[in-house]
């Protein structure tokens, strides 16, 4: 009980005990967090870890909740909502702290006239969780535009540059196991120019993503990680049942909606739970499904694309309380 009465002291009604994480990921599923704050600042955030490690509670920093599966019995320790959104431009750089939602940042950005971000217009999340995956689509990802990110390490602020964050196609340093880094703020490097121009680049991307994907669904966006692959050898096998679009040759990496699509999967369901029947890679919570029913459907499509195709996928969300 001395850690509620700490995190209620620090808090107030901030705190709360047996919070439900499916009114906080996008998937509108999960079960309750033992221990939940909304930390409104940076400050907050470090505060709360701090208590978390003080008192040996297990913990967890939530983003947007949009790449996120909670388990249906939730998570027994300490969720962190990073809900730190202060947003700054000065010329061309950028400074969103990490709760800030990354399709603001790239309004803004654009409204600014600064060009360089307006790809991430459909982004659902968070920049904290962005940077975090190395997020990215219409060929841009976060590396791209990235200048530094403060990260509190070891309960001190430290800031990094891209080089010391290792990052890879949807994936960064602060991904791999053993790391818990926090991020608190990122600041992005962007080209200053034609603010109608911009308007218009990332007004058309947008459309783009209205068109081809479920934005409208309760989804953690998209499921598993685009295919790459060395030499043509490694796709042999679905090589010879399909035919691969040239520029997924080209850019050596295979859609995974596209090897779903293939696949005749759209439309699958288990429960309330179903492979979009607009985009192969979203899996959408029709109204009742349980993160069971998800790592169930999950589980079926990885089996199909290995045994069909020879391929292994590998999913983009995050577990929580499994």
């Known amino acids: 009980m001395e850690f509620v009465e700490s995190m209620q002291a620090r808090f107030g009604n901030k705190f709360k005990e047996q919070e439900?994480?499916?009114k906080?990921?996008?998937?509108?599923?999960?079960?309750p967090a033992?221990?939940?704050?909304?930390?409104?600042?940076?400050k907050d955030i470090i505060d709360a870890v701090a208590l978390a490690k003080q008192f040996g509670q297990p913990w967890f920093v939530l983003g947007g909740g949009s790449n996120t599966l909670v388990a249906d019995g939730g998570f027994d320790?300490?969720?962190?909502?990073a809900a730190n959104r202060q947003l700054k431009i000065d010329g061309p750089r950028v400074m969103a702290e990490a709760g800030v939602i990354s399709a603001v940042v790239a309004r803004a950005s654009a409204q600014a006239g600064l060009h360089g971000f307006e790809w991430a217009i459909s982004l659902?999340?968070?920049?904290?969780?962005?940077?975090r995956g190395n997020a990215g689509c219409f060929g841009g990802e976060m590396k791209d535009n990235l200048e530094s990110v403060r990260v509190l390490h070891n309960g001190e602020v430290k800031t990094l540059l891209p080089a010391e964050l290792q990052f890879a196609y949807r994936d960064s340093v602060l991904k791999h196991a053993g790391n818990d880094d926090v991020i608190l703020d990122a600041t992005l490097l962007l080209k200053v120019g034609d603010?109608?121009?911009a308007m218009s680049a990332l007004e058309k991307n947008l459309a783009s993503r209205k068109a081809s994907q479920p934005l409208g669904s309760s989804s953690?966006?998209?499921m598993f990680k685009n295919y790459e692959f060395s030499t043509s050898s490694d796709i042999e096998k679905l090589a010879t049942k399909y035919e691969v679009p040239a520029d997924m040759l080209v850019r050596r990496r295979l859609a995974a909606g596209w090897i779903i699509d293939q696949l005749g999967m759209k439309g699958t369901r288990l429960g309330d739970a179903m492979v979009s029947e607009t985009h192969g890679n979203f899996l959408v919570n029709k109204g009742a499904a349980t993160a069971e029913q998800i790592m169930q459907l999950i589980s079926l499509i990885k089996t199909r694309v290995r045994d069909e195709v020879g391929l292994e996928l590998h999913e983009e969300v995050q577990y929580l309380g499994f």
């Not at 906080?24 to 079960?31: A, L």
């Not at 320790?77 to 909502?81: C, D, H, N, Q, S």
């Open 20 to 22: 439900i994480l499916a």
């Open 24 to 31: 906080h990921v996008n998937f509108r599923i999960g079960g």
């Open 34 to 42: 033992r221990y939940f704050v909304e930390a409104g600042s940076s």
């Open 77 to 81: 320790g300490l969720v962190i909502k």
């Open 124 to 131: 659902p999340g968070t920049i904290g969780g962005a940077v």
């Open 195 to 197: 603010a109608a121009e």
């Open 220 to 222: 953690a966006g998209c």
